[in-house]
C-alpha cells in the first residue's frame, strides 16, 4: 500500500482538475470525522498538492445525502466516512478496496475491523477510527484505604477495577448509597442504559455468543438462545444499583450522572477519558480499564468509521490513493479530541503517555477475541430502532418476563430480514 500511495503521489495525485484548475478531492464527514480528517487532510495537500475538502454533514443528514446520491448515480462526493453500521447497505454502490488490505494492513488493524469491513467477502470500507465501551471508574474511591478495607471484609478480595460479571456486580452493589444521611440514595455503583443498545450486546458478546441477534451469512435469527437470556437476565439484575429511569437513559444522561459524581462506574466509550468536562468534580478521579468480561470473556463492540468511495466518483483511483495515504498515516487522528485510530501500531505507540491512559484499556478490549462487529444486515438500523431499543426499555422496567421479550423480538426480526 505504502508503494502505491507513493506511485500515485508522483503521478500527480488528484487527476480531473476543477474548475479553478486546482486538484481537489470531496469528502462527506460527520462531525467526529472531520476532526479525525482534518489533520490527514492538511498532510495530504502538502504532499500531492490535492485539497481534500471535508463536507461536514449532521449524522442522519450524512446518511440521508450518501443513500440518495447513491440511488440516483450522479454523486457530488469522492469518498465518504461511512459508520460501520451502514457499510452493508451501501455496500452495491461502492468501489471493491480489496487491493488496499493486504496482509500487512490487516495485521495492523483490530480483528473486529477486518471482518467489519467486508461484505460479502469484499473489503468496501477501510477503517480510519474505531472506538470502543471500557470500563470507568472513580479513583478517588477505588483507591480509598477505608473503602478497600470495607470491600474487603464484606467481599472476601481486594477493591479493584471489576475484570468480570461478578466482580462488577460486587463492586456496584458495594458503591450504592446514601452519602450524606438525609436517607436517599445519592451514589449509585453504575448506570443501566435502556435508551441504547450498543451495551448490552457488549454483554450478549461478553456471554460467548458468536452471533448476536442474527447470523448474517445464514439469516438465522438467534436473539432468543441461551446467551441472549443470560446476557439480558445480568444487564438487568444491575437495575437495584443504578438510577431510576433506565428506560430513558441514553449516552449523554449515563455520561452527565459518571461526570455529576453519582456513578462509581460506568461503561462508556473511550473517547469520554479525554472529553471530560473541566468543571467535573471527577475530573481529576478517573481511571479506566479494559470492558469487563463474562463467561466469553472480555467484549465490547467497535464502533468504528471507515473510508468507501462511491462507483459514480470519475476519481476512483485519486480517492482510494487518498484512502491509502489515511492508512498510512493514521497516526496523525491521534491528537484530534477524539484521541482515536484504526491502527493497533497508532494505539500502542502512544499508551502511556499523560492523558491517553486509557489506551491501553482499549487495546486490550478492541483486541479481545470476543470484541465481535455488529452483523453485516442492510435492516440493521431499522431492527436497532424498532426491535432492540424497545425491547431494552420493555426489560428495564418491574416485572419484566426476559424471555417472553427475546421471543417477541426474534419474531419481529424474522418478519424483518425474510
Known sequence: MTAAALVLSGCGVGGAEDASGTDELTVLVEGGGLAELQPVADAYKEETGTTVTLVELPYDGLYDRISSELQSGQVSFDVAALDAIWLSAFADGVTPLDDLFTDEVKGDLFPGLVSEAQVDGTFVGMPVWTNSEILFYRTDLFEDPAEQAAFEEKYGYELAPPADWEQYRDVAEFFTRDTDGDGETD?????????????????????????????????????????????????????????????????????????????????????????????????????????????????????????????????KDEAKDFIAFAYENNELSMDSWLGLAARISAFESNQGEEGKEHYAALLETLNAPQTLARPATPQWQEIVDTVLTPLLQKAVEPGADNAALLAEAKAQIEAIVE
Not at 225 to 236: I, V
Not at 239 to 252: K, R, T
Open 187 to 315: 451514589l449509585y455503583g453504575t448506570d443501566v442504559k435502556g435508551a441504547v443498545e450498543t451495551e448490552w450486546l457488549a454483554t450478549v458478546s461478553q456471554a460467548g455468543e458468536e452471533h448476536m441477534v442474527l447470523d448474517a451469512e445464514s439469516g438465522e435469527v438467534t436473539i432468543d438462545d441461551a446467551e441472549h437470556l443470560e446476557a439480558l437476565d445480568y444487564y438487568t439484575s444491575l437495575l437495584p444499583y443504578a438510577p431510576s429511569g433506565a428506560a430513558q437513559l441514553d449516552w449523554a444522561g449515563a455520561q452527565n450522572l459518571f461526570y455529576q459524581g453519582q456513578l462509581a462506574m460506568m461503561r462508556f466509550w473511550g473517547h469520554a477519558y479525554t472529553g471530560t468536562p473541566e468543571d467535573s468534580v471527577v475530573k481529576d478521579s478517573i481511571g479506566a480499564a479494559p470492558m469487563i468480561g463474562g463467561p466469553g470473556g472480555i467484549a465490547g463492540v467497535p464502533g468504528a468509521w471507515y473510508l468507501s468511495v462511491p462507483t459514480a466518483t470519475d476519481k
